[in-house]
């Protein structure tokens, strides 16, 4: 369990410094957690030019985007990707191997 006081629980239950939350970059792994419900979300944080803005604008580790794994809480770096050669784009923009 996170310490209510200094850290903050991300939906898949690992805990974050609470300065962490609502800082404009993804934090929480798998989720994104950390950015959803934040006052003054309209507020676009500067982020890195190593960084994917997500659709929402949150700032996002490029190396997260692409990696079958929604990080942005809109699910924007997920799409938009392109399938290797032994892949099939589903309608959904998920990308499954050819032989399935």
Known sequence: ACDSVRQFECDDQSCLEIGLRCNGRVDCPHDGSDERDCPNSSTLSECRPSDFRCRNGVCLDYMRK?????????????????????????????????HQ
């Open 66 to 98: 692409c990696d079958r794994k929604s990080d942005c809480p809109d699910n924007s770096d997920e799409q938009t990707c392109l399938c290797t050669t032994d892949e099939f784009k589903c309608e959904n923009d998920h990308c499954i191997p050819k």
